[in-house]
């Protein structure tokens, strides 16, 4: 598989507007109706889904950040004017007991497998390192299950020249049996990459972007 780098098109807002949090659910059945267009976060804890939501929004605290993994046990809905952003726990953090960790799964499970209006998973990775078992266990569901997906690797700003080139390496080479897997570098220090997942983003709510789409 020839796996390419190519400019993403542009003429998007600097923003999406009126972002607010709409509810948090513990257990499939709090979910809310399926009503609109859902855009799933999904990614270890403590991996920056938090920082990486509140950047895409422009915002400070809508997502909550915490210097402690494991805090955030709920799946969380942020609703945009035409559609909702959906946060789902994160995953690996050992120090969870057992039970918590089986209602996390479980939570996790029942929401991917409700039939629910899910237009895009951004499946999210620390960029100074490969991805875990359990990025990659997710990142095969996900292939398997026919859900478009896309993979961001955060903390991007925390690599040297070199050590991003030897990274995006190594993470093209990793996908090759996952052919137009979309990769796209972000950093909530910097700015790189929000316009790149806001573009996907606003193709996905439109029902116009693909299942799988080449490296960024």
């Known amino acids: 598989m020839a796996v390419g780098i190519k400019p993403v098109e542009r003429g998007i807002p600097n ?4 972002a607010v949090f709409e509810s948090a659910s513990g257990r499939v059945e709090q979910l809310p109706p ?4 859902e855009i799933v976060f999904s990614g270890r804890s403590n991996v920056g889904k938090s920082s990486l939501i509140n950047k895409l929004l422009n915002r400070k605290s809508l997502a909550r950040v915490s210097a402690k993994p494991g805090k955030t046990g709920t799946v969380n809905f942020y609703r945009l004017p035409d559609c909702r952003l959906v946060d789902l726990p994160g995953y690996g953090y050992a120090k969870v007991s057992a039970s918590e960790k089986l209602r996390w799964a479980e939570l996790v499970e029942g929401y991917l497998n409700a039939g629910r209006n899910i237009r895009l998973v951004v499946q999210i990775v620390d960029f100074r390192h490969m991805p875990t078992r359990d990025d ?4 095969e569901f996900l292939a398997q299950a026919g859900l478009p997906f896309l993979v961001v690797a955060t903390k991007s700003d925390k690599l040297n020249k070199t050590q991003r080139t030897q990274q995006m390496d ?10 137009d897997t979309m990769l796209i570098p ?22 116009t972007v693909q299942k799988f789409i080449k490296f960024l």
């Open 170 to 179: 190594a993470y093209c080479a990793l996908f090759e049996e996952l052919p």
């Open 34 to 37: 399926s009503s609109v267009p």
């Open 15 to 18: 923003e999406f507007p009126n």
């Open 186 to 207: 972000f950093s909530a220090v910097n700015g790189e990459g929000v316009e790149d997942m806001r573009h996907q983003i606003e193709l996905a709510c439109a029902n």
């Open 136 to 139: 990659l266990h997710m990142i």
